[in-house]
């Protein structure tokens, strides 16, 4: 079982693998189409050439990096499917599956120190510099020239909300209802953040919600720009924003926002321990997106780490979709990989010593806070002990910088319902300081 | 397998973080240069915390696990969407300064330091107190007991007494240090403000070439290149020197010019620099526009490095001959006896010493100001730019004349490139602008068409240390004792090895190489003074 077997969830498109036919729903993204189709291998990691496919289906952890169309390194979990794609995987002497130079993994298999490799005599040294280049990069130049993008006209917008998750509608809502012409964008193809995960826990607000703020925003003369990434505040000649996207056709939008709500929810994080890099350990979220929009399981038997309500619900979910869902515990010691090459997750060997066999690892553990847009206003990080995370120092309100106020999970872990709520005061104070400076 | 990976996109494991740690690089800016965690497409997104949980477990302090400073984009950007903003439309005036920001890492509070007023005077006012100086200049760290900007703090103790103190360490500071220890003179102290590769030395783009304008540059950068060969096997550490050449682009027939008048010079002097047209250099570089230029100057000995290891080599060698590098240890000021310095004040406390040498780029003004001493040095900063990585394509530095862009594939497949601008006004400044983005995708699009589909993953900006002339600044100044080696206009780093072996034997009885009479800081008050080095990137 690989998709639901549910008429909603039929593909309805073709697309190819390393020249192989993979069927695939047109919108789904490539890594959870690959998933689907039991492709579970995408890549290979950039030194020892280790199997690596989608993590964080969320085009935050770049695990699932492939060449697309001719152009190289595409995020293929931000990759949207359509009739006759074509997907190539890259790095690799063979295929994915059984890249020749995974012997690079195994010859240093006590690890690789590029500072000191091969420094015992020139002739050796210059064959390391020479060998190692080659075996460098990842993707190939792209095969032809992109066409230009659209001029970029500078832009003004009275609020800038980035990121439609809870914390964004809550605080678009405010800033509407306050007459304040909203932009809210969000990298994602859908609204609703972690909504789209339905986790459905108590006092979530209902997904219903998400379309209801988006039509409020359309009303006020706003704009919901979904497949549009911010991908940075800069101060020249004060405070700007720079959107990509996605398209077709892409195009780069330049924003002077007068005010700005950072509502960039967090990053999964992968577990850290013997290799929990195999293609098959998956974000929770990630993969019940996937799950709720196309269908996606990614195996028979499932397990699931990390506890609370969240990953309770993650595997309540799983079930649901009809794996076997086992709780993978605190720590595992290891990952065990399937087969001679053991390229793909077989199994987890818990902390007591027991083996858990399992097709996939759903990672439901704390998330990091997608806090890049507050540091590069300066934004202090400390980091606290008790959660393993960094937090950012905001003032009252979220407020991280003039004008700039932060919102959400990317403030620390909270629900939901407690992220909107979040968001409704960082609007809140944005409208306060914005009369205050008028007064 | 049986790898704990902890960064996936460039295979960091455990035990590098373990190794790194065991080091002495404890603070998280030290551990990403040294382990090359969160440099790769996803920028420590997936793992920045798991690399500070494992830091605290080793017994990092909290301010120890401060995140780098975070480089835009926050998600990578094709070349070619840049390209579509018109830089004319982005002012290259710094922005208002974001008033509800907190005091951020410490490069950006560098940014905000005093901004002295050039003065081409050279020699030191006379009467002028120290203390004053120090209070014009800003001093570089408040006081003892206020360490700047909640930096981590060297756990060794400071010497209170060394024959030599270098100021800086740069390549220049950490290389001196080595040389001079390898010569027997060990009682070396160098005094570095933050971790090692956080000034010009970590941020340069890692271009070497021997086409220089002069016979005394040509061959100082062929020893540079020379030694940078050796460097890997005489101090254990890699480089990754890769020889792919320097491909200068003309893109006007003056510009011809001044790369055929060069060429007489690299004759002279036995280098293989030739003129190429645009279809000979489209067998170099194939995907470059002929219709960029109209001609091309090729050296295929020049090359690239990777800047960060050199310093990692210089400072474990020179400690481990007796050298002592203080990271985190801030000047603020000097005691002097007559025409001599006696004691470097830091903020960790006084260091008596017989020779002081000032190795500080960029910030070599402002601490020569402590003594009382003007240079004549602008620093001003560079912009520069990394993008995703790719397989092997582009074997030299390409630089095109007259825009100053220049970019080059590192060894690790990314392109590195940098582009100067003409409106950037004087002072330390190192945070980065979107209108340099703007700049450089225009220019390299427009030079290499397929660079469009390419995606900038980092920016970040270092500074020049300038001079009126474009030569560096060397010999003693003010006091007979405070020896200056720096001013090196954006290409100290590919000197470094050269002029830091030819210091140290100056400085252990050996006869002065002409450097270091030519370059002294009077030539600016004396008839004629030193030819102006009009061949300066970026």
């Known amino acids: ?439 | 397998m049986g790898k704990a990976i902890l960064c996936a996109c460039e295979d960091v494991t455990l035990d590098d973080v373990r190794r790194a740690f065991e080091k002495g690089h404890r603070d998280i800016e030290s551990v990403k240069r040294y382990t090359g965690f969160g440099t790769g497409p996803c920028q420590a997104k997936s793992c920045l915390a798991l690399i500070a949980r494992e830091l605290l477990r080793l017994g990092a302090t909290p301010t120890e696990l401060e995140p780098f400073t975070a480089r835009p984009p926050v998600d990578a950007m094709p070349l070619a969407a840049l390209a579509a903003i018109d830089p004319a439309t982005l002012p290259i005036v710094p922005g208002v300064p974001l008033s509800g920001a907190h005091g951020g890492a410490q490069q950006q509070v560098a940014g905000e330091r005093g901004r002295a007023v050039t003065t081409p005077s050279c020699q030191r006012a006379p009467g002028a107190p120290v203390r004053a100086a120090r209070e014009r200049a800003g001093a570089l760290a408040a006081s003892p007991d206020e360490p700047a900007s909640g930096a981590p703090r060297p756990s060794s103790p400071l010497p209170g007494k060394a024959s030599i103190v270098i100021i800086g360490g740069g390549i220049m500071g950490l290389g001196l240090a080595y040389q001079l220890a390898k010569r027997g003179t060990a009682d070396v102290v160098v005094l570095e403000r933050g971790y090692l590769n956080a000034g010009a030395s970590g941020r340069n783009g890692g271009g070497v070439r021997m086409q220089w304008t002069t016979p005394t540059m040509v061959r100082l950068a062929k020893r540079s290149i020379e030694l940078m060969r050796g460097f890997a096997t005489e101090l254990g550490v890699n480089v990754w020197l890769r020889q792919g050449g320097y491909l200068f682009l003309a893109p006007t027939r003056a510009q011809v010019e001044r790369l055929e008048r060069n060429i007489k010079v690299h004759e002279a002097e036995g280098l293989r620099t030739r003129i190429l047209s645009p279809m000979e250099a489209l067998e170099v570089t194939p995907e470059l526009d002929p219709s960029s230029f109209v001609a091309a100057a090729y050296n295929p000995d020049d090359g690239t490095v990777f800047p960060w290891p050199f310093l990692y080599g210089y400072a474990q060698r020179a400690e481990a001959l007796g050298a002592k590098i203080c990271t985190f240890t801030g000047v603020t000021g000097f005691r002097t006896s007559g025409a001599s310095i006696t004691h470097v004040e830091t903020d960790r406390g006084p260091i008596a010493c017989d020779t002081v040498v000032l190795a500080a780029g960029a910030w070599s003004k402002e601490i020569a100001a402590l003594a009382g001493v003007s240079v004549p040095n602008r620093p001003t900063r560079h912009e520069i730019l990394v993008t995703e990585s790719m397989k092997p394509w582009l074997d030299p530095l390409v630089s095109m004349l007259g825009n100053g862009l220049y970019f080059s594939q590192s060894q690790r497949g990314e392109i590195v490139g940098g582009m100067g601008d003409p409106l950037e006004p004087e002072g330390v400044e190192e945070r980065s602008t979107l209108r340099f983005l703007a700049r450089f995708a225009r220019a390299i699009t427009t030079c290499a068409p397929v660079t469009g589909g390419i995606k900038v993953v980092r920016q970040w900006a270092g500074c020049y240390d300038v001079t009126p002339d474009n030569n560096p600044i060397l010999g003693a100044a003010g006091f007979g004792n405070f020896l200056q080696l720096h001013g090196w206009v954006g290409h100290g780093f590919m000197m470094a090895p050269a002029v830091t072996e030819l210091m140290a034997e100056w400085m252990t009885g050996g006869r002065p190489h002409e450097l270091f009479e030519r370059f002294t800081i009077d030539r600016f008050s004396r008839e004629g003074g030193a030819a102006r080095e009009d061949f300066i990137i970026g």
């Open chain 1, 1 to 439: 079982m690989a998709r639901l077997d549910d008429p909603r969830f039929a593909p309805d498109c073709t697309i190819t693998f390393d020249g192989a036919q993979v069927p695939a729903r047109t919108g789904e993204s490539v890594a959870a189409a690959l998933l689907a189709a039991g492709r579970t291998i995408v890549a290979r990691s950039s030194k020892y050439h280790r199997p690596r496919g989608a993590f964080c289906l969320a085009g935050s952890c770049n695990q699932c990096l492939a060449r697309v169309d001719g152009l190289p390194n595409q995020r293929t979990c931000r990759t949207p499917c359509r009739a006759g794609l074509v997907v190539e995987t890259q790095n690799t002497l063979g295929s994915a599956a059984s890249d020749l130079l995974g012997i690079v993994d195994r010859v240093y298999s006590r690890g690789l120190d590029h500072h000191r490799l091969m420094t015992w005599n020139r002739i050796a040294n210059r064959a390391a510099v020479a060998v190692s280049r080659q075996l460098a990069g990842l993707g190939k130049l792209p095969a032809h020239v992109v066409a230009p993008f659209p001029p970029v006209r500078e832009e003004r917008v009275d609020a800038l909300v980035v990121g439609a998750g809870p914390a964004g509608l809550g605080a678009a809502e405010v800033l509407v209802s306050a007459g304040a012409h909203v932009l809210l964008a969000d990298q994602e193809r859908r609204a609703g953040g972690r909504l789209r995960c339905r986790l459905e826990l108590a006092g979530d607000p209902p997904l219903a919600w998400v379309g209801d703020v988006a039509g409020a925003i359309a009303r006020a003369d706003g704009e919901v720009a979904l497949s549009a990434t911010v991908t940075g505040l800069w101060t020249d000649g004060g405070l700007c924003a720079v959107l990509l996207e996605d398209g077709p056709p892409p195009r780069l939008r330049l924003v002077r926002p007068k005010r700005v709500i950072i509502a960039t929810g967090t990053h999964a994080q992968p577990p850290a321990f013997e290799d929990s890099d195999l293609p098959g350990v998956l974000a929770a979220r990630g993969l019940l997106v996937a799950l709720a929009e196309h269908g996606t399981v990614p195996g028979e038997r499932i397990a699931v780490l990390g506890s609370g309500p969240e990953a309770d619900a993650v595997a309540a979910r799983l079930t649901a979709a009809g794996s076997q869902v086992a709780r993978a515990g605190a720590a595992p010691l290891r990952a065990i990989g399937r087969g001679r090459l053991a390229s793909t997750l077989a199994a987890i060997e818990l902390a007591d010593g027991t083996r858990l066999d399992c097709d996939a690892l759903a990672v439901a553990t704390a998330r990091a806070p997608a806090a890049e847009l507050p540091r590069l206003l300066g934004a202090r990080m400390t980091f606290d002990a008790g959660s393993g995370n960094f937090q950012v120092s905001a003032g009252e309100r979220g407020r991280v910088a003039a004008a700039v106020y932060a919102a959400g999970e990317v403030l620390g872990a909270m629900d939901a319902a407690a992220a909107a709520e979040s968001g409704r005061r960082a609007a809140e104070g944005a409208l306060a300081e914005a009369e205050a400076d008028r007064g």
